[in-house]
């Protein structure tokens, strides 16, 4: 009966196009390529599972069938998300991860996980088995290797976008990186958004229904504000690169007397000391941040810790301080001479793992908590000395008698 149905639908299809093509004729073989995708797209769709009332009768456990063919071998790419670290596909390994990413299915009442296999997006629940059930190619599949959608620690800022025919906003969350295929969701459950197709696909009973309106999950990257604290830096492994010694300041003192002077050269310089915290993400431009921290110094000991002081960062996740330099050196000067002294400066940088606590603050004014581990590279100039030059005669001095 169903295939009789189908048969009846595609001959009303195929009499429909006759006429409009007949109508209006193609004129050129661009209207005829220009034309021929919609056509192409629209044949594909099942016109019998389109905008179903998905039937509520729970089968339990679908044992297949599992893989289509054509979706065999195919490898993907589990990281899609940028500095959205925190947001990942993960292999499922039979257990729920910290943060994996669901929604409450009212209709069923139910809670179900984002799932996905290869590049097709579906939703997993324990009581249909270990299984990701997925929708292609009119069918409900249902994948016992699969990823899930995890959000560690909750911490990036998801929500759900209403659109449709195909529409998906900006930072939509995708399934791979080649396919444009999209995690959505309707009324009735959780499934895959193709924008080449218009349409949102729901895996049920068996059957893959499809729908014009619909949900596409996306990733917040609007403003934020972020904090990071709770900073221990693991001091072992620091590396230290020293760079060669650079002139800071130079001072010349003359001699015009016809006797040996003795003078006191005071030089004086600030630096900057960068300091930057690398969180393995990068941070956007306009947001404000802070850091309560211990900053680092290279001393005659190593490596110590000043005072526990909160700081704003200067730009991404860097804070700059100003250091004084000052050296004095006593000088004899000979008759008719000069004589030159110069402040020098090594910088030196050091690199130390640390682990912390990152939080941020959304624009609905939800906070959210995660763990960090990151580099410490800090920049100073660690050793300041002065160097005396060999004095040497004025030139065309006037004598001394």
């Known amino acids: 009966m169903r295939l009789a149905l189908l048969a009846i639908v595609a001959l009303l299809q195929l009499g429909a196009l006759h006429a409009l093509t007949a109508d209006k004729p193609a004129r050129s073989l661009l209207d005829i390529v220009k034309r021929a995708p919609a056509q192409s797209k629209q044949s594909r769709l099942n016109p019998l599972l389109e905008e179903v009332v998905p039937p509520l009768r729970d089968n339990g456990v679908e044992p297949g069938p599992t893989t289509p063919p054509e979706l065999e071998g195919f490898q993907t790419d589990s990281y899609l998300f940028g500095d959205n670290v925190n947001l990942n596909w993960v292999k499922f390994d039979g257990s729920l991860p910290n943060g994996v990413v669901g929604i409450y299915n009212s209709y069923v009442s139910r809670t179900d996980y984002v799932c996905k296999f290869n590049c097709e997006a579906g939703f997993y629940n324990p009581s249909k088995g270990p299984y990701c059930n997925y929708p292609y190619a009119d069918r409900e599949y249902h994948a016992p290797e699969f990823e899930l959608l995890v959000n560690v620690d909750n911490f990036e800022f998801l929500e759900w976008r209403e659109e449709s025919y195909g529409g998906v906003p900006k930072h939509s969350v995708g399934t791979c990186g080649t396919a444009k295929i999209f995690v959505g969701k309707n009324k009735y459950g959780l499934g895959k958004v193709v924008p080449e197709h218009e349409a949102f696909f729901l895996p049920w009973e068996g059957d893959e229904y499809w729908y014009k309106r619909y949900q596409v999950l996306t990733i917040n990257r609007e403003a934020y504000s972020q904090h990071i604290s709770h900073v221990e830096y693991n001091i072992n492994e620091v590396e230290l690169f020293q760079y060669p010694p650079e002139a800071m300041h130079i001072s010349s003192v003359t001699n015009y007397e016809c006797r040996d002077i003795t003078k006191t050269v005071t030089m004086?310089?600030?630096?900057?000391?960068?300091?930057?915290?690398?969180?393995?993400?990068?941070?956007?431009?306009?947001?404000?941040?802070?850091?309560?921290?211990?900053?680092?110094?290279?001393?005659?000991?190593?490596?110590?810790?000043?005072?526990?002081?909160?700081?704003?960062?200067?730009?991404?996740?860097?804070?700059?301080?100003?250091?004084?330099?000052?050296?004095?050196?006593?000088?004899?000067?000979?008759?008719?001479?000069?004589?030159?002294?110069?402040?020098?400066?090594?910088?030196?940088?050091?690199?130390?793992?640390?682990?912390?606590?990152?939080?941020?603050?959304?624009?609905?004014?939800?906070?959210?908590?995660?763990?960090?581990?990151g580099m410490y590279d800090g920049v100073q100039v660690g050793e300041v000395r002065t160097v005396v030059e060999r004095c040497e005669p004025v030139p065309d001095a006037q004598p001394c008698f």
């Open 268 to 373: 004086e310089k600030t630096t900057e000391k960068e300091n930057t915290w690398n969180i393995g993400r990068s941070t956007m431009l306009g947001i404000t941040g802070s850091i309560n921290v211990k900053i680092p110094f290279i001393g005659t000991g190593g490596i110590e810790l000043g005072g526990e002081k909160t700081y704003s960062f200067d730009r991404g996740t860097t804070v700059t301080e100003s250091i004084a330099h000052s050296v004095a050196v006593e000088l004899t000067v000979p008759s008719n001479h000069i004589c030159r002294v110069r402040m020098e400066g090594r910088k030196i940088k050091a690199d130390i793992p640390f682990k912390a606590r990152l939080s941020r603050t959304y624009a609905n004014g939800e906070t959210q908590w995660t763990s960090i581990n």
